[in-house]
């Protein structure tokens, strides 16, 4: 047997996103989101679905969280969509929605399952977009209220905070390349953005250490690999660029306190500056408890004149693909784990999604989604490794716990091991619920069963 055995103090977890489960979209005083708008625009999501009702979770949690209970895990990652506390991003709060999320929160404790609460999970109200969304300042100290309402609200209950989800997304995909809400293309406004994000989270930790709550707070910044064609300097300098827009440029601000000079440099080369303000990076470089890691892919990169922003191709060498068409690439989850060790330190690390989108179907009740066993298994493997290595991983949360509105590509991509019908939103545990489940019971895994 090729046993992979993991502490037995590693906390086992699934996850999911406001917009993408809940549905219930105009209901009880819920303010409209950017992702209400976006999605309700033609050309913008695929076959045009919308979190309208998404998989209704604001209904039916209670039955999830049976699901959860009965897999066995001993934290859930879910996110609060902001309007439905502050309809109008700020000012009036809705009592509804802190009465939703406390119900929520009191069933997870009540089955013994810990809390993990992602305050912006991309949802942003859209009167605050009104006014410039995260392009504007003033949206940095609307999150910072929202954020010491919540911690307030649920200090004692939840006790892991991460404040932004995918900082990369929220400002480079859904800014310049504008394919997420609210659809901009525009470089330096996306530039601006991430680095308000970054206040946003600083500020957000500076109310959660004012406030004495208990528990801890981290981000979740999404990582990939890419790996260099060659040893040609310019195919590893391309690399270090693509690299450097998700991992450098979101973690050298959190952990040492300034941008890194070869993205500045490569941004100042593309027309971008940044308006950084007197006090800004101390507030962004506070310590944090723990840093939440996303990944799914990788790919080996070379440099091409003009291919991208960075002059990088992403090559196709032959790896497997997952049904969202991205590379399969295990050995790039290690490498990028230990590149985190190696230059930013023993920082706690939650893996707060890793997950394949895999479309299969019921069959005969039963959905059998080796693929997306296969997947874990491979992953699960570089993460032992990692942990080898002296990574210190705390937790392993997968995305997703259910089949949900997967973005852009809204219901028409899969990352669920939970499978949900979308028209009848009957839940179907999948091949892979099980196996996770075994695994989260065992504690290990055998590689060739
Ligand atoms: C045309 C050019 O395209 C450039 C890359 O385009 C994308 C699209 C999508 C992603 C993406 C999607 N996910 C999964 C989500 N993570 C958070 C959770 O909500 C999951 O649903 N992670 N990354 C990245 C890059």
Known sequence: MAIMEFPKDMKWGAATAAYQIEGAAFKDGKGLSIWDTFSHTPGKVLNGDNGDVAIDSYHRYEEDIQLMKELGIDTYRFSVSWPRIFPDGSGEINQKGLEFYHNFVDALLANGIEPMCTLYHWDLPQTLQDTGGWGNRETVDAFADYAELMFKEFNGKIKNWITINEPWCVSFLSNFIGIHAPGKQDLQLATTISHHLLLAHGKAVTRFRESAIEGGIGYAPNVEWLEPFSNKQEDIDACNRGMGFLMEWFFDPVFKGSYPKF?????????????????????????????????????????????????????????????????????????????????????????????????????????????????????LTALKRSIDYGVNIKGYLTWSLLDNFEWAEGYDKRFGIIHVDFNTLERTKKDSYYWYKQTISNGWFDMFY
């Not at 971008?272 to 990169?301: A, K």
């Not at 330190?345 to 296969?374: H, L, M, S, W």
Request: glycine fraction near 8%; proline fraction near 3%.
């Open 263 to 379: 993205m500045i440099d490569w941004f100042e080369k593309k027309g971008v500056t940044l308006q950084i303000e007197e006090g800004d990076m101390e507030i962004i470089n506070q310590p944090i408890d723990f840093l939440g890691i996303n990944y799914y892919t990788g790919s080996v990169g070379r440099y091409k004149k003009d291919e991208d922003l960075f002059d990088l191709e992403r090559i196709d060498i032959g790896f497997e693909k997952t049904d969202f068409d991205w590379f399969i690439y295990p050995e790039g989850f290690y490498r990028v784990l230990t590149k985190i060790k190696d230059q930013y330190g023993a920082v706690p690390i939650y893996i707060t999604e890793n997950g394949a989108c895999y479309n299969d179907e019921v069959e005969n009740g039963r959905v059998r989604d080796q693929r997306r066993i296969e997947y874990l298994k491979q992953h």
